[in-house]
């Protein structure tokens, strides 16, 4: 389990910097992409979330 709660960290910090370079940068590409990664990096560490509570029942 720790390494899923590892696991969710890294993904929010990742989508916390992605989101700030989505926001700060001049390219508009740059944003988008930045932005769509943060997103999908969010969810990602949702479903770890929710894999990591499941586990927690289960055990």
Known sequence: MTNLR???E???????ESE????????EEVRIYNRRLAVELK??????RRQLSAAGKGG
């Open 43 to 48: 969810q990602h560490a949702d479903r770890l």
């Open 10 to 16: 890294d993904a929010e910090s990742k989508a916390a």
């Open 20 to 27: 700030l370079l989505g926001n700060l940068s001049a390219d």
């Open 6 to 8: 590892q696991q969710i």
